[in-house]
């Protein structure tokens, strides 16, 4: 296999597996599907000593977050419960998972991420999550800017529609990096 993966010098980003956003219906991965397959390749990078990094998206009043002028709004005025920005508990947070709230779509852009990663010898990242043309690409051309190698799991990321999915897959991420699955992954990790 072309992919060996050194559990010392990588680290798995999970995006936005919170409870607000797991709610909506992924396209073509069910949230689900996603969240059970994150939470695999979370267990195996814990065996194995490996970096696990949990970004959620949240705002303290609104205030800190963007607010564009735009064509197409991101969504319709959804009332975010008290729990919006919680993990899921299928990932079972642990102490040793560095927990990133970012306020925009990118995981990197005002957090410490990069500095955290950097510090720990971290050369290449993992990364899953919802949605994937939003904030997986957005924390993957980042990370790409900041030249980082990076792995891209199919089937542990959805987006809002299949073709939305379909593109960041087809045209994106094949320039910045490598798109695996969930299995593929793990038998990398020696698992």
């Known amino acids: 296999m072309d992919l060996e993966l050194q559990s010392k010098k ?15 219906p992924g396209a073509p991965n069910a949230t689900t599907e996603v969240v059970a397959n994150a939470a695999k390749l979370s267990q195996a990078f814990r065996k194995q000593g490996g970096f696990v ?3 959620t998206v949240g705002s303290r009043d609104g205030g800190d977050l963007l607010h564009p002028i735009v064509d197409q ?22 102490p040793t998972d560095h927990l990133v ?9 005002g957090t410490d991420l990069d500095l955290q990663l950097r510090r720990r010898g971290i050369d290449t990242l993992v990364l899953c999550g919802i949605a994937t043309n939003i ?4 924390t993957a051309r980042e990370a ?12 542990a990321m959805t987006g809002l ?14 320039r910045i990096g490598r798109i695996r699955t969930t299995e593929q992954v793990l038998t990398a990790l020696g698992l």
């Open 144 to 155: 790409y800017q900041h030249n980082y190698q990076q792995i891209f799991v199919s089937d």
């Open 53 to 55: 990094v949990l970004v």
């Open 10 to 24: 990588t680290a798995l980003v999970i995006i936005d597996l919170q409870k607000g956003i797991v709610q909506f």
């Open 73 to 94: 709004p991101m969504t319709t005025s959804v009332q975010r419960s008290a729990d919006f920005a919680d993990l899921v508990p299928e990932l079972h947070v642990q």
């Open 135 to 138: 904030g997986v690409e957005t």
């Open 161 to 174: 529609t299949a073709a939305e999915h379909e593109h960041t897959l087809q045209y994106i991420f094949p």
């Open 101 to 109: 709230i970012k306020h925009q779509w990118g995981a990197f852009f």
